[in-house]
């Protein structure tokens, strides 16, 4: 199960989309997020939308099946967001009704399209942190965000967070599997019964598992001393964040994906 | 020359509530010649981290002196000097490791000195080069073995040119495979580059690697000398809380029922040279 997280993992790889730079694949993503919640709610533009990360996903060579597996932890929230989506659209078209639930042709298409909205909107986010070092992709953040620094917000101190944060989930997966082996091997039942006991269950794992953090956070605040680390002034970087010609066309094809969905939009197709 | 000079090192950390705490380190003259190799032993709360996080300025004394190339520790100005110079490697190889591509970790060091990026370009491929680790720049540093990962906490201590590394128990989780990965890093190091090396661990059998050995108790220097000399004295550690390597203390037993041997054998070979020469063979 905790194998299947793979929120912010990096395929290391030399594709196109490995080679952008982290900034426009930020910025991309953000076209991409708004050309997702901007579409039309009609099958072309998500069509056209899938098409299009079809090809972002030709182009990184990430296999698809990791995406795919990438979506299960969260296949709770999208059928949660399908179901309400379902029953709670205002319509006139009723299909289907009984006691207080009823269902409507609008509350269909709007599920469907809502549920299609969030599975492509985490494959693309996914596709993002696939191809870009965890590094890479708070240094684009950094960067992007840096006039911020003038308003005296801590966009250094978010970044090097976040970027430790990336760093460790794997560490804390691996910790996490091995204290519930541990708990197993004990007796523990973290797969079967109710919600509340399963609930229960999870209480002597993540007991060990801060207590664990909270050391390893005091220790590598000490390493990162140890090497000098004093916040970001005077800090140089190993790679220099540079525009290239692939970031240009990238943008450009941006730019044509918004306007041929709000295009869409207008013609209502 | 010397690279660290402590004098009359004091320190106590601050006690807990309720509680009167003792001083970690209570009077420590130790002088660190620059190339040496140095190995730290003593028991558990000896107080062998405590002095190892003043010889980078991680702790500041509460009384008495700690000079890094002459560099007052105490002073706010000299930490990045003294930091750069004497570079640390921990024990959970976890838990100093700050990013998740390995280049990247190693130039963590020289980023926060603000060398220039070309600099460090050269710096990182040239460290992961010293430990022997070139080919795995671009790997993520969760997937390598822990002596890999130790390997790669030194590679970002070379990084920012040091003229010491302590080690603080960065053996003490890994198998003995990776625990001769480290060792034989740091002795490529000591030996080829001219560092300084201070190795803090529980296993007497690294401090063969020494030309000089320190063992700590409640936080006062106990004994120093050479290898041979420290740990020959079988009674003397057994008092300190640790014991000689097994093969003097076999050889140690042996002289006890009458043998006629040395105690001089920190290797297996010796240590049956000395039996053999024993037994009239
Ligand atoms: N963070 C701390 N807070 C309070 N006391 C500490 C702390 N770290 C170490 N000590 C105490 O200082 C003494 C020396 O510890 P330490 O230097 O860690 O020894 P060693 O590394 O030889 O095991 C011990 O008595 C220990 O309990
Ligand atoms: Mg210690």
Redesign the pocket.
Known sequence: MLKDITLGQYFPGNSVAHRLDPRTKLILEVLYIVALFSANDWFVSYAFLALVLAGAIAVSKVPVKSLVRGLKPVVIIVCFTGIINLFWTPGETVLFSWWIITVNLEGVYRAFFMVIRIVMLIMGTFLMTYTTSPITLTDGLETLLGPLKKLRLPIHELSMMMSIALRFIPTLIEETDKIMSAQKARGADFETGSVLQRAKAMVPLLVPLFISAFRRADELAVAMECRCYHGGEGRTKLRVLRYQGIDYAAFAIGILVIAVIIALRYLNV | MEIIKTSELVYR??A?EGET??N?LDGVDLTIEKGSFVVVL???????????KHMNAVLTPAAGKVLVDGLDTAEEENLLEVRRRVGMVFQNPDNQIVANVVEEDVAFGPENLGVPTEEIQKRVTASLKAVGMEKFADHAPHMLSGGQKQRIAIAGVIAMTPECIVL??STAMLDPAGRQEVLDTVQYLNRERGITVIL?THHMNEAVYADRVVV?DH?KVAMDGAPMEILTQVERLRALGLSAPPTVQLLHALRGAGWDVSLSALTVEDCADQICRALGA
Do not use: V
């Open positions: 950390y601050p807990e705490s003792q970690a003593g028991h558990n709360g000896s107080g062998k981290s405590t002095l190892a603080d128990e803090i700590m936080g």
